[in-house]
């Protein structure tokens, strides 16, 4: 077979299994097909199918083939990181800065504590820590892997709930918007290179002048020019950030960051994000599940995984209560809220492909992340939905915070 039929061989298993498991299987209300595709980019990897087939796995994930998906899930995850960056609303989160910045904060804080502890834990054994990693910036990196809040999958989750739009939905968009620009803060710290340290300055430098006037052109632009400025502001921002060592991902999420959704429209933005998920991610997913690896042996990889989870979402609750004491929230607030800021999804993929690309991390941490991302997102909905069900009548999901 030429290289083309079988990259196609390879797109047709990454778009009909998963769609058939989570058709046929329904498995829609705990695990939404985003997951069900995360999920399957890891059976399709060297770690499951891989082991089972080998000659076949090596077969259809060629070098060739391998190169290819990688370049489409490239474009892809920028795309996606660029959205999320638009997504942000800093102007509300300034609005309700007290409670957006105590909330976000000992939501962020507690599970990045408890992260960097089990990262301690994880150091006591050989083959966890990546080649390139300092002890700090390892701890730091899981840490604030345990951290992560998805904000594209926590606004599909909560459109599934029905409460996105309401109080409560717009409250907790809050949080996780600043969560995310602490993550990314904290992203371009771990990847400090003093080597590159005059690069990095630079490309600080450049970027925010540079966003002064990208800003006043796209003002300027017709709707229809904006987009394709966009897209050529997105590649200028990955470049420079990539050239400068902080990843095309921290590119990326700046490049969205400075972009107002007024500029596109909501509902536009909302069909891209949609068919970037429909046709770009999946791809992602499955060039993500061809990095997992079990070499330490897969109970060792479970058993951290369980770690990282445990942390993970432990964390997220301690930080949800403790801002509720402090907040004075209503019964039961602090619960779904906790729970649905613990949504990893695929920002926490990202974020750990970045970490081994730097090599802070091995494989083997890698696939722990991972797999702790598609339990975390796959918890959310089963334990958030009675939950809702039970404070409903009381008016709780209807109110917003003072």
């Not at 992260?115 to 604030?144: E, H, I, N, S, V």
């Not at 459109?159 to 620009?181: H, N, T």
């Amino acid at each position: 077979m030429s290289t083309s039929e079988i990259f196609l061989l390879a797109m047709l298993l990454i778009f009909a299994a998963p769609y058939v498991l989570w058709r046929f299987c329904k498995t829609d209300y705990f695990a939404p097909l985003v997951v069900v595709q995360i999920v399957m980019g890891i059976v399709l990897g060297p770690g499951a199918l891989g082991a089972v087939f080998p000659e076949y796995h090596k077969f259809v994930f060629n070098p060739d083939v391998t190169k290819t998906l990688n370049g489409v899930a490239m474009w892809g995850v920028m795309l996606f990181v660029m959205l999320a960056g638009v997504e942000l609303d800093l102007k509300k989160v300034w609005q309700y800065r007290r409670e957006s910045a105590t909330t976000a904060g000992l939501s962020l804080g507690v599970p990045l504590l408890f992260g960097c502890g089990a990262a301690l834990l994880l150091m006591a054994y050989p083959g966890w820590k990546g080649a390139r990693a300092a002890d700090w910036q390892f701890m730091l990196g899981t840490g604030m892997a345990c951290a992560v809040t998805a904000l594209p999958v926590l606004v599909l989750l909560m459109e599934k709930l029905e409460i996105l739009r309401q109080p409560m939905g717009q409250r907790i968009m809050r949080y996780a918007s600043l969560d995310d620009v602490a993550i990314w803060a904290v992203l371009a710290v771990i990847l400090l290179d003093w080597e590159r340290m005059g690069r990095q300055l630079g490309f600080i430098v450049t970027f925010g002048v540079l966003t002064l006037l990208f800003r006043r052109l796209m003002a300027r632009l017709a709707k229809s020019d904006r987009w394709y400025v966009a897209i050529v502001w997105l590649i200028a921002c990955g470049l420079g950030a990539d050239w400068a060592g902080l990843h095309f991902m921290v590119g990326a999420f700046l490049a969205g960051v400075v972009m107002d959704v007024e500029w596109f429209g909501q509902e536009e933005l909302d069909t891209l994000f949609r068919n970037v998920l429909l046709v770009l991610m999946p791809v992602f997913f499955l060039s993500t599940g061809l990095r997992t690896k079990w070499d330490l042996g897969g109970y060792s990889v479970f058993f951290a995984a369980g770690l990282l989870l445990l942390a993970s979402v432990g964390g997220k609750l301690a930080g949800a209560h403790l801002a509720g004491r402090m907040l004075k929230w209503q019964r039961g607030e602090a619960s779904i809220i906790g729970w649905l800021l613990q949504t990893k999804g695929l920002i926490e993929i990202v974020f750990a492909n970045i970490l081994l690309d730097k090599a802070i991390i091995t494989s083997e941490t890698f696939t722990a992340l991972l797999l702790m991302a598609a339990a975390s997102t796959m918890l959310t909905i089963p334990v958030v939905h009675p939950k809702m069900h039970r404070v409903q009548n009381r008016g709780l999901v209807g109110q917003a915070s003072s």
